[in-house]
């Protein structure tokens, strides 16, 4: 959340400092995140594969994808992929096949986020529009798989 408005006036208070702000005239709600989580089902059929150091790769199992990054389990030891791991991440979706360069930005035990690190110039057009393609397949997937749960036969 983020308010803009005047400081009215500061008061040193009896535990904290106060701050008044004059009432705004109009409130304005709006959604600063850069791109939408889409959940990834297992119909879905998504491959992930990453690549490190040393040859090393892990299969792994995707929870959901936007176009900024990925959450996902994989099978790795607690000595592997560390937070701020530089990775290529594989991605075989249908006819699609994407090699994307991401960091691991968050571990616990074995679910991982990475943040794709594809840089956003003319050069890498192609594959921005291919991961976009493939996000935007797998929302109308759990979007279909969702509207099927809903009109199912326990659906009120």
């Given at each position: 959340?983020?308010?803009v408005?005047?400081?009215?006036?500061?008061?040193?208070?009896?535990?904290?400092?106060?701050?008044?702000?004059?009432?705004?005239?109009?409130?304005?709600?709006?959604?600063?995140?850069r791109?939408?989580?889409?959940?990834?089902?297992?119909?879905a059929?998504?491959?992930?594969?990453?690549?490190?150091a040393?040859?090393?790769?892990?299969?792994?199992?995707?929870?959901n994808?936007?176009?900024?990054?990925?959450?996902a389990?994989?099978?790795?030891?607690?000595d592997?992929?560390?937070?701020?791991?530089?990775?290529?991440?594989?991605?075989?979706?249908?006819?699609?096949?994407?090699l994307?360069?991401?960091?691991?930005?968050?571990?616990?035990?074995?679910q991982?986020?990475?943040?794709?690190?594809?840089?956003?110039?003319?050069?890498?057009?192609?594959?921005i529009?291919?991961l976009?393609?493939?996000?935007?397949?797998?929302?109308?997937l759990?979007?279909?798989?969702?509207?099927?749960?809903m009109?199912?036969?326990?659906?009120?």
């Amino acid at each position: 959340y983020a308010f803009v408005a005047c400081v009215k006036r500061v008061r040193d208070g009896e535990s904290a400092l106060e701050v008044h702000f004059d009432e705004p005239s109009t409130l304005t709600v709006t959604n600063l995140r850069r791109s939408y989580r889409v959940p990834v089902i297992d119909e879905a059929e998504i491959e992930l594969i990453l690549h490190w150091a040393d040859n090393q790769q892990a299969h792994g199992k995707l929870s959901n994808i936007s176009e900024s990054g990925f959450e996902a389990t994989l099978p790795v030891s607690e000595d592997v992929l560390e937070v701020d791991t530089e990775v290529q991440c594989e991605l075989k979706f249908r006819e699609d096949r994407l090699l994307l360069p991401a960091v691991v930005r968050r571990r616990k035990q074995s679910q991982f986020a990475l943040q794709f690190t594809l840089a956003r110039d003319l050069e890498n057009r192609p594959a921005i529009v291919a991961l976009q393609k493939v996000v935007r397949t797998l929302e109308q997937l759990w979007l279909k798989s969702r509207k099927r749960e809903m009109s199912g036969p326990d659906a009120a």
